[in-house]
């Protein structure tokens, strides 16, 4: 069988043309079909830059910790191996177990430290993600699009692309002052 031989991707593509044909077959005249490039948008919206700080600021200072202990844990290592020939065995004993418990408490931190951040790294694609479906179906409904698709597009016009319309709309947005931070500042 043909399908066998291909991978997912490829079957979504295809299946997604048929359905685009089907559908413009259906209602090929008058129909208005856009496409919008998802990925791009969530790459270039302003929003994302703020996220992306917004991510730096939260993590940082832990990263920054992170940092200075894996430091010290190479610290102790090359100090070993400058003082190992002077100090005795059970000396040597104790300054490995330290070194190995530096070693695995830092990869706890390490790994703790990106499950938090993945974490928080999806929430915040999460909330972009809204942000776009929501200007791709204001745009939609302002511009009376009977079909907007988004994945797994083989061709799609400039006419048809409505990705600018919608990063402009959210940077119209991102210009706005946030709702949030106004209700929390005194006036």
């Known amino acids: 069988m043909l399908i066998q031989g291909m991978d997912m991707k490829k079957i979504k593509a ?8 089907a559908i413009s077959g259906v209602h090929a005249e008058g129909s208005k079909i856009g496409f919008v490039n998802i990925n791009l948008l969530l790459q270039k919206v302003p929003q994302a830059d703020v996220a ?5 600021q939260a993590f940082g200072e832990r990263k920054a910790e992170i ?13 070993l191996e400058r003082e190992g020939v002077a100090l005795s065995q059970q000396q040597k004993q104790k300054k490995i177990r330290k070194i190995r418990s530096c070693g695995s408490e830092l990869k706890l931190m390490d790994e703790e430290y990106g499950e938090d951040l993945r974490i928080a790294q999806a929430e915040e694609l999460q909330k972009l993600q809204r942000l776009v ?3 791709v179906n204001q745009i939609a409904e302002q511009e009376q699009f009977d079909l907007i ?9 400039p ?12 940077k119209v947005v991102s210009e706005q002052p946030d709702k949030e931070t106004a209700a929390e500042s005194p006036k």
């Open 67 to 79: 940092l200075s202990f894996q430091k010290s844990c190479k610290e102790m290592e090359v100090e």
């Open 159 to 170: 006419g048809v692309d409505i990705s600018r319309k919608v990063l402009n709309a959210l």
């Open 14 to 21: 295809i299946i997604s043309s048929i359905l685009l044909l």
């Open 133 to 135: 479906y929501d200007a």
């Open 52 to 56: 992306t700080r917004r991510l730096e």
């Open 149 to 157: 698709v988004n994945e797994a597009v083989i061709f799609a016009s």
